[in-house]
């Protein structure tokens, strides 16, 4: 029923359906609010009855969090299938993913600090940590398992220093994304940077004192007699 010039404006062209222009309310960047603009729109016209960039952005984000769950539980089986099969002992596998859990809650607590949101742009970031995060435990955990007790200094001067070169190299090459204008890029790199950086630290400091108990309670601890004479003390 508008004039033919305003018609024209709004992009109608001839032969095509009513068209609707909504003036949502909320912030439409938030995920959530567009997808309760999708909700309130299906239930007054229908199911698919209309279609747009929120509306769509809305199904979006319904979509991933139905999804999302599934697919990193299907993630980390995958990473302690190949846990298993490359450590192949069960303390070893339960030390290396309670390690990597410790240092993705670690990177959880980080990067709400800095104000890092979970979103469509910077979700694929979580995958990173995930992958690094626990290729940097086994190499580590490969190397005190050689080094025995006594050896978690070494461990972190030789594989430690290397598996910080690798994190740091990711993070300086994320840390360019810190700089893009779009902030779904700019988030995605805020969250690569100070997640890995929390997970490589988690990594540093709960996996060797992991270890170090292990040895104090076995008796294997460097200055500590596993068999000592009756009688005699042990030495510290």
């Known amino acids: 029923d508008l004039p033919r010039p305003v018609v024209e404006l ?8 009513p ?30 009855a209309v279609a747009g960039d929120y509306v769509t952005l ?3 984000y319904r979509i991933i969090r ?38 993705l809650v670690w990177a959880a607590f980080l990067t709400s600090l800095v104000g890092v949101e979970l979103s469509i ?7 990173i940590l995930v992958g690094i995060g ?12 050689d080094e025995g007790p006594g050896g978690v200094r070494r461990a972190l001067r030789t594989t430690g220093v290397a598996a910080s070169i690798s994190t740091l190299t990711t993070i300086a090459s994320f840390a ?22 929390a997970v490589f630290g988690a990594t540093c400091v709960i996996l060797p004192l992991m270890w170090a108990a292990g040895w104090r309670v076995t008796g294997r601890a460097p200055g ?4 000592p004479t009756p009688g005699a003390p042990r030495r510290t």
């Not at 068209?19 to 603009?37: H, Y």
């Not at 360019?176 to 950086?197: D, E, Y």
């Open 10 to 17: 709004l992009g109608v062209k001839e032969g095509m359906g």
């Open 19 to 48: 068209r609707m222009l909504l003036f949502a309310q909320g912030n439409m960047w938030d995920l959530r609010e567009t997808a309760a603009l999708e909700e309130e729109t299906n239930a007054v016209l229908g199911e698919g």
């Open 58 to 60: 809305g199904a979006l």
């Open 66 to 103: 139905r999804d999302m769950p599934v697919v990193a539980a299907l993630a980390f089986l995958m990473v302690l299938v190949l846990t298993e099969i490359d450590l192949r002992r069960q303390a070893w596998v339960a030390a290396a993913m309670a390690t990597l859990l410790a240092g």
């Open 121 to 127: 742009m910077n979700v694929v970031g979580v995958p």
């Open 134 to 145: 626990v290729d940097v435990v086994i190499h580590l955990l490969h190397r005190l398992r």
């Open 176 to 197: 360019s994304l810190v700089a893009a204008g779009n902030r779904g890029v700019q988030s995605l790199g805020l969250l690569v940077v100070f997640g890995l950086a």
């Open 224 to 227: 500590l007699d596993a068999t």
